[in-house]
């Protein structure tokens, strides 16, 4: 079994979609990252009907991963709804979620993002953040 099989088969057993009152849904977007030790944590997505209060699988990965060990750096992240990534943008977080990465730790900017977990196809957050964010500005 490969990283990214065990990153998949983590993040799966997060998904069980539900709504938990008329206003909010969780587990319906599920994720696994792999800290910079090796470690693996999951997060689900928690959305209500207003937007502002959602929180993504991919922030509460994180905030598990810091809130467990303190750590700040990923190596790796799968995020997905009811099958894995599968191309055509496909487990790619949202604006929100690529900044909270950087700003958690800049070297989250080589952190992989899987795009197509068949074909093992993955791209790095830093290729994902337009030039203006300014990353390069500072040294990790």
């Known amino acids: 079994m490969d990283i990214w099989e065990a990153l ?22 599920v994720c696994a990252l792999e800290s910079e030790n090796g470690e693996i944590y999951t997060g689900f997505c928690i959305e209500s009907c207003c937007g502002v209060m959602d929180l993504c699988a991919e922030r509460t990965a994180a905030l598990n991963m810091y809130l467990q060990s303190g750590q700040t750096a990923v190596k790796r992240l799968i995020v997905f709804r009811d099958r894995p990534p599968f191309g055509q943008g496909s487990g790619m977080p949202c604006g929100a979620c690529r900044e909270f990465f950087l700003q958690l730790n800049l070297k989250n900017r080589d952190m992989e ?8 196809e993955t791209v790095t957050l830093g290729s994902l953040m337009p030039d203006w964010w300014g990353m390069y500005r500072y040294q990790v």
């Open 8 to 29: 998949y088969l983590k993040a799966k057993e997060q998904y069980h979609p539900e709504e938990l009152t008329p206003f909010i849904q969780a587990h319906h977007v």
């Open 113 to 120: 993002i899987m795009t197509d977990y068949e074909k093992r």
